[in-house]
């Protein structure tokens, strides 16, 4: 089937306007990660959801960044006062499962956010 | 936040060629990935390494999951062009609630001019 889908795939804001990514995982993926990934740098984790359940939010690095996944599927990362600091790749991943044997990520296109 | 510790850095390859990286931590992971990352593309999972000491091939690449469950490498062996790209290692420990990657800072391959 379809693979992991994010939308926007490009987002230019302004600094302090709100953004909304969008991710859509494989479909019966249990599990839903977000990164960061600067410029030259490695994914950063931010937050993970096992189906509706946000059980990680260490990653986020404030109070401005938040993630929702209210129906177990799709989920949204909100950026509110977007800072130039945010401007990133933003990539999602789903797995199917979550415990047991180690399952693997696969990874959405990414959004590509640039705040001016 | 926390990168692992992955080189060379960058590297250049020429057609036929055999490439090593290498990825180490100051953590235990119980899973090491290496994926590979296109532009403009998220990461592609390449390798996955559950047990220590694991040796796994896929086609031209290998990778093992160190002993120490502190360090993995990769090789790929006879190098094509569409080799080129970023590759990073990522660790995991799966369970429970957790399971997030951690990444390198990735190994840029480019062709040699």
């Known amino acids: 089937g379809a693979g992991v889908s994010q939308s926007p795939r490009y987002k230019v804001a302004k600094r302090g306007q709100d953004v909304a990514l969008r991710c859509d995982p494989i479909?019966?993926?249990?599990?839903l990660f977000w990164y960061q990934q600067a410029l030259g740098q490695g994914p950063e984790f931010l937050t993970y959801?096992?189906?509706?359940?946000?059980?990680?939010k260490s990653g986020l690095p404030s109070d401005r960044f938040f993630a929702e996944r209210p129906e177990g599927s799709v989920s949204t990362l909100k950026i509110q006062r977007t800072q130039q600091e945010d401007s990133a790749v933003y990539l999602c991943?789903?797995?199917?499962?979550?415990?047991?044997?180690?399952?693997?990520?696969?990874f959405g296109p990414g959004t590509r956010l640039l705040v001016l | 936040g926390q990168q692992l510790n992955q080189s060379p850095q960058s590297m250049f390859i020429q057609e036929g060629e055999d490439v090593s990286m290498n990825c180490t931590s100051s953590?235990?992971?119980?899973?090491w990935l290496w994926y590979k990352q296109d532009p403009g593309e998220g990461p592609v999972l390449l390798i996955a390494?559950?047990?220590?000491?694991e040796l796994t091939s896929n086609g031209r690449l290998t990778a093992q999951f160190g002993i120490t469950r502190k360090d993995s490498f990769l090789n790929i062996s006879a190098s094509i062009p569409s080799d080129v790209g970023i590759y990073f290692c990522?660790?995991?420990?799966?369970?429970?609630?957790?399971?997030?990657?951690?990444f390198g800072k990735g190994t840029k391959l480019s062709v040699k001019p």
């Open positions: 991943a789903s797995s199917f499962r979550n415990k047991g044997p180690p399952e693997t990520q696969y």
């Open positions: 479909s019966g993926h249990v599990s």
């Open positions: 959801f096992q189906n509706e359940a946000q059980l990680d």
């Open positions: 953590s235990i992971f119980n899973t």
């Open positions: 390494l559950y047990k220590a000491g």
């Open positions: 990522a660790g995991a420990n799966y369970g429970g609630s957790q399971g997030n990657l951690i």
